[in-house]
């Protein structure tokens, strides 16, 4: 099994910054990705970004709504995937999940993603 755990979520500002960690442990997989979604109240969980975490790769993926705002990153040695959030505004507000998909591609369909963390709360008041 897989678990991750994510912090870093909160109240802020439009135009304030957070980042959010997610700490992955437990088994691993020779090619995965690991990413970010969030779910917003009524709506359904959306793609926000991705990071390629096969051999050198790192090659990352974001959503439309996000890019040139938003940054993730990773650090192999720690098994961490950040999200770099800047320039928040009040429709970031979500419920922000870290998620793997343990496959060399990717997927913006949360039903791809196989192991999610328990979301952590992004509010952005304007």
């Known amino acids: 099994q897989v678990q991750l755990v994510e912090s870093g979520g909160g109240l802020v500002q439009a135009g304030d910054s957070l980042r959010l960690a997610c700490a992955a442990s437990?088994?691993?997989?020779?090619?995965?990705?690991m990413g970010w979604f969030r779910q917003a109240p009524g709506k359904e969980r959306d793609f926000v970004a991705a990071?390629?975490?096969?051999?050198?790769?790192?090659?990352?993926y974001y959503a439309d709504s996000v890019k040139g705002r938003f940054t993730i990153s990773r650090d192999s040695a720690e098994n961490t995937v950040y999200l770099q959030m800047n320039s928040l505004k009040p429709e970031d507000t979500a419920v922000y999940y870290c998620?793997?998909?343990?496959?060399?591609?990717?997927?913006?369909?949360?039903?791809?993603?196989?192991?999610w963390g328990q979301g952590t709360q992004v509010t952005v008041s304007s």
């Open positions: 998620a793997l998909i343990p496959y060399s591609y990717y997927s913006r369909r949360a039903e791809d993603w196989r192991y």
């Open positions: 437990g088994r691993t997989f020779s090619r995965y990705h």
């Open positions: 990071i390629n975490w096969s051999g050198g790769g790192g090659n990352t």
